[in-house]
């Protein structure tokens, strides 16, 4: 069955880093996009990067700079890497695959004390 497991979430000082991983299975990954989302609580979750097959990337303009998404395809993983962490980045990060039929990972916490 689809499944895409993000992992690397924690509790970070600002202006560290983190690194998220997205471990997808059970479906041909090479030829997908894939999207990290974020959600802060009472907001609504939002786009924060997104990488198609072909390694094409696309940047909220809040992250540009900071992050960086990143796929290995023999490994049927996305990353993203989180530098410069500000308390504002703090939320639940989801990887989303986002073409075929869209399938949400469950989530994984980030926590940037200040």
């Known amino acids: 069955q689809v499944q895409l497991v993000e992992s690397g979430g924690g509790l970070v000082q600002a202006g560290g880093s983190l690194r998220l991983s997205c471990a997808a299975s059970?479906?041909?990954?090479?030829?997908?996009?894939f999207g990290w989302y974020r959600q802060a609580p009472g907001k609504q979750r939002e786009l924060v990067a997104r990488?198609?097959?072909?390694?094409?990337?696309y940047y909220d303009t809040s992250v540009k700079g900071r992050f960086t998404i990143s796929r290995d395809n023999a490994k049927k993983t996305v990353y993203l890497q989180m530098n410069s962490l500000k308390p504002e980045d703090t939320a639940v990060y989801y990887c989303?695959?986002?073409?075929?039929?869209?399938?949400w990972g469950q989530g994984t916490q980030v926590t940037v004390s200040s």
């Open positions: 990488i198609d097959s072909v390694g094409v990337t």
């Open positions: 989303k695959r986002e073409t075929g039929a869209a399938y």
């Open positions: 059970g479906f041909t990954f090479s030829t997908r996009t």
